[in-house]
Nanobody, 113 residues
């Protein structure tokens, strides 16, 4: 059974940075696509970034040039580096494992103005 555990969220001022981590167990992420989603209060969950098994990446327009998704196969972990954070980035961020449609529990990111 795939388990995903996110960490790294917190409170940061606008313009600051955070790095989220998603540690996977029960599977190897190296041959699978992974993603980060987020959900703000009163809004639908939305895709933030994805990384394919081949290492290709794709981003939501709202975060392009500010966020970077990456993976460390040796640590079985996916990261989301978030720079130049804005108040509108405030949300719960979720890690997603595509092959089994598995989600982590989420980590709160709050950006103050």
């Amino acid at each position: 059974q795939v388990q995903l555990v996110e960490s790294g969220g917190g409170l940061v001022q606008a313009g600051g940075s955070l790095r989220l981590s998603c540690s996977a167990s029960g599977t190897l992420i190296s041959m699978n696509g992974m993603g980060w989603y987020r959900q703000a209060p009163g809004k639908q969950r939305e895709l933030v970034a994805v990384i394919t098994s081949g290492g290709s990446t794709n981003y939501a327009d709202s975060v392009k040039g500010r966020f970077t998704i990456s993976r460390d196969n040796a640590k079985n972990t996916v990261y989301l580096q978030m720079d130049s954070l804005k108040p509108e980035d405030t949300a719960v961020y979720y890690c997603y494992f595509m092959r089994t449609n598995s989600w982590g529990q989420g980590t709160q990111v709050t950006v103050s103005s």
